[in-house]
Nanobody, 126 residues
Framework: QVRLVESGGGSVRPGGSLRLSCTAS????????IGWFRQAPGKPREGISC????????YYADSVQGRFTTVTDSTKKINYLDITRLTSEDTAIYTC???????????????????WGQGTQVSVSS
């Protein structure tokens, strides 16, 4: 049974940072892509990153490029999303998802991921 569990969310002030984790069980992260998505209240879900050890490709949404970094520790079955220089616009529920294979050219479509975690809340306010 595949299970993904996110952790590391919390409340931070603008400019702060967090490290989110996506821990997989019943699933190998080798040769898979890991996507992070977020959804803010009243807004559609946004794909913010995709990374795959299969080809080393990593992609970020323009909204987070240069501030967010994702890295995978395949031996521990954990993917990390380091989120920095946070603003109120980053307040959302952050969720990871996995799917076998590479990140495709259009990598931010939720429908292309089979397995999802429950999400972790990130709140940014002063």
């Amino acid at each position: 049974q595949v299970r993904l569990v996110e952790s590391g969310g919390g409340s931070v002030r603008p400019g702060g940072s967090l490290r989110l984790s996506c821990t997989a069980s019943g699933y190998t992260l080798d040769y898979s892509r890991i996507g992070w998505f977020r959804q803010a209240p009243g807004k559609p879900r946004e794909g913010i990153s995709c990374t795959s050890d299969a080809d080393g490709g990593t992609y970020y949404a323009d909204s987070v490029q240069g501030r967010f970094t994702t890295v995978t520790d395949s031996t521990k079955k954990i993917n990390y999303l380091d989120i920095t220089r946070l603003t109120s616009e980053d307040t959302a529920i952050y969720t990871c998802a996995v799917e076998p294979g590479f990140c495709p050219p259009i990598w931010n479509l939720a429908q292309d991921y089979s397995y999802w975690g429950q999400g972790t809340q990130v709140s940014v306010s002063s």
